[in-house]
């Protein structure tokens, strides 16, 4: 029953920055992952942050460590992912999925049961 809808994606030129939002339904629970993957053209889906629902601890992939911040609203159960400092490197599809199995936040996208449908991000060179 857990739905996961993703926005904010687009076209940014390098060094700009843009807010991908994750609204989810149907978590009625504190507990478990939300996280953010990517995926290139040609390239296998990658991990890039992830948050426990409980807002406890963050991951961020090397690749965006210092770049990228993800947080929480409780409530509504969004996910946010503030991007800076973008890079045309970054340009991928992102997926908002969660891991209601856990509270490890895994790099997998294995671990994770539910899955937005992805909203595209741009970075021109």
């Known amino acids: 029953q857990v739905q996961l809808v993703e926005s904010g994606g687009g076209l940014v030129q390098a060094g700009g920055s843009l807010r991908l939002s994750c609204a989810a339904s149907g978590l009625t629970f504190s507990t478990g992952v939300m996280g953010w993957f990517r995926q290139a053209p040609g390239k296998e889906r990658e991990f890039v942050t992830g948050?426990?629902?409980?807002?406890?601890?963050?991951r961020y992939a090397d690749s965006v460590k210092g770049r990228f911040t993800i947080s929480r609203e409780n409530p509504k159960k969004t996910v946010y992912l503030q991007m800076n400092s973008l890079k045309p490197e970054d340009t991928a599809v992102y997926y908002c999925a969660a891991d209601l199995a856990r509270a490890i936040i895994s790099s997998s996208p294995r671990a994770y049961d539910y899955w937005g449908q992805g909203t595209q991000v741009t970075v021109s060179s």
């Open positions: 948050i426990t629902i409980s807002g406890s601890s963050t």
